[in-house]
């Protein structure tokens, strides 16, 4: 290579890295402005929040137009790095609004919710109530101040100086279940009773096992045990006089007593 | 006495006040209230239990000892820009430290709302 030839290739390498020298570089502190603003303005939560997009915007305006003037200058990285930092903070405001949404929307799914539970349940509380009713109408229940009192007779129900349940009162006293289990959950007391007929302890002994019978029948066939007591009276509390045989039959019975809105004891 | 224009006495006043101004900007302090009361409800905001919000507190602090020391050796302007940074880092921090408790209550209220609709088909 000539010597004229190597001082223009010289002069030509020396003037364009002069060029590259004075090119304007973006600060990375953009760069990164630049970045964070694109994501934020296309986050899920964007739309919630327009204003604090704005605002980035214009945060991220100012560092442009710092960096066309003076693109170098310690303002125009920090004006770049408080737009980015503004593009951040609109994201997570997003993000904010978003979750304060779906929990807004999550608290009314509750609340319905819960108002369909209450409806549901006061629906079905009606529905057991009516049908409670019936069944205490066909029982021929009676509402007294101790409570609602199904009187079974004795002789529908054990044979003459027996404990033993016949065949035939399983029908009655399944009438009994179903309408005890269909109703709210009330302490029940079953009350056995005789006639005046024997002695005072015979007739006691009659009507407590008598009583206990009916209970164990209520509580094999699904009646908690714990709401459930039995007691005998034996022939003390008659309902009708003694000296007639109807009067007796009368009072040899067994009374259900479902009491309101009591705790049993045992 | 010489005389003196009523042009002279307003000059001359234009001129002290711009020297008063001139000499009050230079020796203003630097305003970090802002900055710190930024990182102050960060903190109180729960930062501390948010790596990112931690983070962004860490840097406030950075950039509000660099501004002072910046304001020390007599750059102002640079101190005040670089303030700025901080109060955007502590702001940020703030939104960040909120939106995590934000974040849980809506699990949570979404779990509740889905515990209810399990137990009551």
């Known amino acids: 290579m000539k010597p004229m030839q190597l001082s223009i290739l010289v002069a030509i390498v020396a003037i364009a890295a002069l060029f590259a020298g004075c090119a304007t570089v973006t600060p990375n502190e953009l760069i990164n402005a630049r970045a964070a603003y694109e994501q934020a303005s296309n986050s899920p939560g964007a739309p919630l929040v327009p204003a604090e997009i704005h605002k980035a915007h214009d945060a991220l305006d100012s560092a442009e137009q710092s960096f066309a003037k003076d693109s170098d200058s310690y303002k125009t990285k920090d004006l770049a790095y408080v737009a980015e930092r503004k593009a951040e ?20 799914d509750f609340a ?53 349940l016949l065949p035939s009162a399983q029908t009655k006293l399944d009438q009994v279940v179903a309408a005890l289990l269909a109703g709210p959950k009330r302490n029940i007391i079953v009350e056995g009773n005789t006639d005046s007929q024997g002695s005072e302890s015979y007739n006691q002994g009659l009507s407590e096992r008598r009583a206990a019978s009916v209970r164990d029948y209520l509580v094999a066939h699904g009646l908690p045990a714990d709401r459930i007591q039995s007691m005998g009276k034996g022939k003390d509390n008659p309902i009708a006089d003694n000296a007639s045989p109807e009067g007796r039959a009368n009072n040899r019975r067994v009374e259900i007593i479902i009491q309101p809105g009591a705790h049993a004891s045992n | 006495m010489r005389h003196v224009s009523k042009f002279g006495i307003l000059l001359f006043a234009a001129v002290i006040a711009t020297a008063a101004i001139a000499a009050g ?47 020390v050796k007599g750059q102002k302007a640079q101190a005040a820009s670089m303030l700025s940074r901080a109060e955007a880092d502590a702001e940020l921090a703030v939104a960040l ?9 809506a699990d949570k209220a979404m779990q509740r709302v889905r515990q209810l609709r399990q137990d009551n088909p």
């Open chain 1, 89 to 108: 903070l609109a994201q997570a405001l997003g993000v904010s609004a978003v979750d304060n949404a779906a929990k807004a929307k999550a608290d009314a």
């Open chain 1, 112 to 164: 319905a919710k819960q108002a369909q539970i209450v409806t549901k349940t006061k629906s079905d509380l009606a529905a057991t109530q009516s049908e409670l009713s019936a069944a205490l109408v066909a029982l021929a229940a009676k509402e007294e101040a101790r409570g609602i009192v199904i009187t079974l007779s004795g002789g529908v129900l054990f044979e003459t100086a027996k404990w033993d």
């Open chain 2, 25 to 71: 900007c230079a020796s203003a302090p630097l305003h970090t209230e802002g900055s710190t009361s930024g990182i102050r409800s960060a903190e109180v905001a729960g930062s501390a239990t948010v790596p990112q919000a931690t983070l962004h507190v860490q840097l406030a602090k950075e950039e509000v000892d660099a501004a002072k020391a910046l304001d």
């Open chain 2, 97 to 105: 430290a909120k939106g995590d408790t934000e974040k849980m209550e």
